[in-house]
C-alpha cells in the first residue's frame, strides 16, 4: 500500500516537458553547446556568449545530467538552482540570466534525471543524487565552498535543496520559492508524516542552520501558501517572507517585489561574514553545553534521592557524594 501510495504521489511530482525544449550538441572545440528543439540550428544563448559552461555531470546513481553555470565576474556568492516540476533549463535560461544579473550571483542551474537532456528517470532518489553530484561539481571545478553557497528550491525542487541543505552547517542561504511541506500534504490534508511520503521537507527544513527565506504566492492553487507559511514558523533561522497578494504557482517571477525582496536578502547575506557564522556557531554550542550541563546536574540530583528512599542505612554515604 505504502509503496502504490508514493508511487502516486511521485507522478504528481514529475512532469518534464516533452519532447525537451533543447538539445545538446558538441562544437569542433570539443565544448558543449545548448540548441533549441524546434530551430536546433539557433543556440539558445549567443554563440559568443563566453560565461555559459554547458556541463554534462556523472551521479553515484548512474545518470548523467546535464547543468548551466552562469558567471559574474562581480559575484561574490554562488547560487544553484532546483527549478520546479514542469521545466527544463530550455525555459529556464532567460531567468537565469535575469538572476545572474540583478542579484550579481554566479548561477549553477540542472535538469533532474529524466528531465531535458539528462539520462534515467525522475525520481525522488534520483534529484536527491542530482543536487549532490552538482554541488560536488561547484566544488571541484569552480572553487565553491558551502560558505559561498545560496541554495535555490522552487516547488519540488525545494525537496532536492533541503535535503542538501540539511548536510551542509556551515551554508550562507537557502531560498524557498512555492515550496512543499512533503508531496503527499500537496494532494491531500495529513497530520502525521507517513514512511511512504515523499520529499519530507517538514523533517528537514528543522536540520538546516542557516537563514532561509520563503517566498510563496497567496493564491497558489497548486501549492497552498500554508505549506510556504508552515516551513517559516519551522526555520530555526527563518528571514523575513515574500507572501506575495495575489501571486498563483508559477508567475511569482513577475511581481516586482519578488527580484526586490530577493536581491535584499542576496545582499544581506554577502554581508554575513564568515566571523559573523562562526560566532552565531559559538553561542549555539554555549548554549547547548549550559543545557546539556544543567540536565546533569537534575538528573545526578534525582539518582541522588532514589538512593535515599532505597538504601535509607546508607545516608550519610549519599549525604558525603552530594556534597562532592
Known amino acids: 500500500m505504502g509503496c502504490m501510495v508514493s508511487q502516486l504521489a511521485a507522478k504528481f511530482a514529475f512532469f518534464p516537458p516533452s519532447p525537451p ?71 529556464l535560461y532567460d531567468l537565469f540570466v535575469q538572476l545572474k544579473l540583478n542579484l550579481r550571483v554566479n548561477l549553477m542551474g540542472y535538469d533532474y534525471s529524466g528531465y531535458g537532456a539528462s539520462t534515467g528517470k525522475p525520481s525522488e532518489s534520483n534529484t536527491y543524487s542530482d543536487i549532490e553530484a552538482v554541488y560536488q561539481c561547484l566544488e571541484t571545478e569552480y572553487g565553491v565552498s558551502q560558505e559561498d553557497l545560496i541554495l535555490y528550491g522552487q516547488s519540488v525542487g525545494s525537496g532536492p535543496t533541503l ?66 507559511n508552515g516551513l517559516w514558523k519551522m526555520a530555526r533561522e527563518p528571514y523575513e517572507p515574500l507572501w506575495i497578494k495575489g501571486g498563483g504557482h508559477c508567475n511569482l517571477e513577475l511581481y516586482p517585489d519578488y527580484i526586490r525582496h530577493l536581491c535584499r536578502f542576496v545582499q544581506e547575506m554577502e554581508k554575513l561574514t564568515t566571523e559573523t557564522r562562526l560566532k552565531k556557531i559559538r553561542q549555539s554550542l554555549q548554549l547547548h553545553t549550559r543545557h546539556t550541563f544543567s540536565a546533569n546536574r537534575a538528573l545526578n540530583q534525582v539518582k541522588i534521592i532514589e538512593a535515599r528512599i532505597a538504601f535509607p542505612e546508607l545516608k550519610w554515604l549519599v549525604c558525603k557524594a552530594q556534597a562532592c
Open 21 to 91: 525544449t533543447y538539445q545538446i550538441k558538441k562544437r569542433d572545440d570539443g565544448k558543449l553547446t545548448v540548441v533549441s528543439s524546434s530551430t536546433p540550428s539557433i543556440p539558445i544563448p549567443n554563440a559568443d556568449d563566453t560565461s555559459l559552461d554547458v556541463l554534462l555531470i556523472d551521479t553515484k546513481r548512474g545518470n548523467k545530467i546535464v547543468a548551466f553555470y552562469l558567471r559574474n565576474p562581480y559575484a561574490r556568492l554562488t547560487l544553484l538552482y532546483s527549478h520546479g516540476n514542469a521545466a527544463d533549463l530550455g525555459q
Open 163 to 228: 535535503h542538501l541543505a540539511s548536510k551542509l552547517p556551515r551554508l550562507r542561504g537557502v531560498v524557498l520559492h512555492s515550496a512543499i511541506l512533503s508531496g503527499l500534504r500537496v494532494l491531500c490534508h495529513v497530520k502525521f508524516t507517513f514512511c511512504f511520503d515523499i520529499y519530507k521537507n517538514i523533517n528537514k527544513i528543522k536540520k538546516v542552520k542557516c537563514p532561509v527565506l520563503v517566498i510563496h504566492g497567496t493564491e497558489d492553487d497548486v501549492v497552498n501558501w500554508l505549506h510556504g
